[in-house]
């Protein structure tokens, strides 16, 4: 739009009768345009390095743009020029809320090209560990979610559960955020005695916590207020768009690639049929409102617990790695694995010519492809709605850019 | 001598102040000197009781928000950190005075001391005790809306000289918001005006004495049924009175950044926060002493027995304080429970539900006071 349209628009609207004769010949004097104002790269909303340019009409978001490239960090091409393995450690770094779901996808890419089999129990803790972190991911995503919204008190109360988190995570691999734990051809090392216990004892608390949760927040009335039938995405819009992960199913797509596309062991989970995948159905609002994409997200850290608790009953002792070399030469060739990040379909794509570095790691980043959607959902929205909008597409600006 | 500047408050700790230093007077002080130094020792002693409660309420603010959320709050500056105001006003005044290029320079500064200056205005009609207090204001309660208001003015100016976006959206949130509450706050607290037929806060008080400090206090359903409605009426439009959440829109934190008070730093930053923790106070103690007792409570009652003067002020004093804070719990309690609504709920919730149901609170509850009150023996 621009600004001559502007002004023909404004003025077409006082000459709508609105204003008495006097003041409308003075307003034809006056130039108005909307408002440009930068939301980011610093701003409480934007969750991290994002710049979104938003024209604003009063309280009004006539256009919303968003601009990316601030947290580049040319992970790709670092794929081409380190060693397989050495790879594993930037994985961590795109969707850090979920490192372990990246380092997951990473190494299933390479393990596809290498055609080798992974032991069983590495299966077990490899689907532990990115369930917990999809819990974790999805507490990170409700709580500052919240925040957004302007309820700050759930945000900590849901730190404290996914301290709790990093916690068992520290304990088995050393490291909070970052973990690098699942290694192409299995896991690092061996849950530490008394590890799997206290993930069940987490479950079990995990399971109270989260019905204050829901009580707390996601039924609040002035949350539902905030959220429901702000943001729709209709079911075909989604599709149009490539979502993926809870943007999806928010709109009532019945898609997960841990049913539709199984991977590791979800084959066997989901024939016991251990967990149902949520979908959005407008019970508040509209069908893929803001509401429901929470909504989504919610359900979802209940039915990760039941994974959980799933392989916790069906773990048994063995080898956590596969027999492999320090320096892997992975055989030429290509492959395409994609798996159900917490925040949609995380991709690998993968080529080698044989040697000890990759020719090509591609990654399909979930946050980058959803985050297209806001241009198209933002305009005509209040200003509010557009950080409600923001906050529900759920995105991490480390995977965005790279 | 009675001096025209202080002839409004005859009886006030002003006049008092005043009456002494005449007699400690030396005689090479002209006699211009008393006045002036009455009324600035006065304002002294104001200032100091809305810092001291400022203070406290920012203190309070951490320990309450520190709490809900599984956290201690301050606890290193001084026991459970209830020296931490202190440092915090000993950082900000060290902290670099900042005027930002492009913004309007004089405004800019004016906008802080403005907002202040309203609340301590707003501060004078507040009477600590019964005979202690620096203006008996016979419509004290007019004092105190009015006062109150001209914050808006001054959050308009900053949001205007900051030349921020945020600022702007900021300020135009606040003009929008407490225009739209004003009304239904005023209305709300005509009900009481009407059952107590007074608008000076200590007269309003005397009315709800007896029923052993508690069970005159108005908004018992027994003294008046529309009371409590008009009641969480007025809770709700000093909740946007004051930019609390769920109506902190002037300053959205997770929307527009800090709102009006983005460009704001150091001294003048807290300038705004001490105006909101006052205000929330005052709004809180105008609540007590027109729904609920105001001086009286079972403690006052019990010292009017002993009739020892000085500790009937104090425990007046003591309950006033405590309503207040009690009030001030309330809202912090909310602010860290609830989401933010938005502006167009605001806007709906003000214009189109809260000032109709005050209107009919103020029918209703004046037919009762007409029609049914003179029957009540216990009212009368």
Sequence with gaps: MTSTETQAGSITRTEGGVLPTGEREFMLDVKTSDLEINMGPQHPATHGVMRILCRADGELCTGAQPHLGYLHRCAEKIGESVEWLQYLPYTDRYDYLAAMNNNLGYSMAVEKLMGIEIPRRALMIRTICAELNRIGSHLIAFGTYGLDIGAFTPFLYMFREREWMMALFEKICGARLTYSYIRIGGVFNDAPPGWLSEVERFCDTFDVKWQEYVDLLMVNHIFVKRTANVGVIPKDMAIDFGLTGPMLRGSGVDWDLRR???YELYDEICREGVFEIPLGSGERGTLGDCWDRVYVRVMEMREAIKIVRWCLDNIEPGPVIADIPKTLKIPPGEAYVGIENPRGELGHYVVSDGGKVATRVRVRA??????????????GTLLADAIAIIGSTDIVVGETDR | MVDPVLSLAAESQTSQINDWLWTVKPDFVPGWAVPLTAVLLAVGIAIAI????????????????????????????GWHGWLQPIADGVKLLLKEDMVPTGADRPLFLLAPALVLASIFGAMVAFPLAPDFYFADVDLGIFMILAMTSTTTIGVVMAGWASNSKWSLYGAMREAAQVIAYEVPLGIALLVPVMVAGEFNLIEVSNGQAGGMGVFRWYIWPWMNPFMLPAFVLFFVAILAETKRAPFDLPEAESELVAGFMTEYSGIRWSFFFMEEYAAMFLYCVVGSFFFFGGFESPLTSLARLTDVHVLVQVAAAVTIVTKGFAGLFLMMWLRWTLPRVRIDQVMTMGYKYLTPIALACVLGGGAWEVAVSPHLPWVN
Excluded at chain 2, 60 to 65: A, G, M, T
Aim: hydrophobic content about 45%.
């Design chain 1, 366 to 379: 979930p946050s980058f492809v959803n985050l297209a959607v806001l241009e198209a959902i933002m305009p």
């Design chain 2, 50 to 77: 809305v810092s001291m409660v400022t203070m406290a309420g920012t203190w309070l603010e951490r320990k309450v928000s520190g709490h809900i959320q599984c956290r201690y709050g301050p606890m290193r500056v």
């Design chain 1, 260 to 262: 539709d596309e199984p």
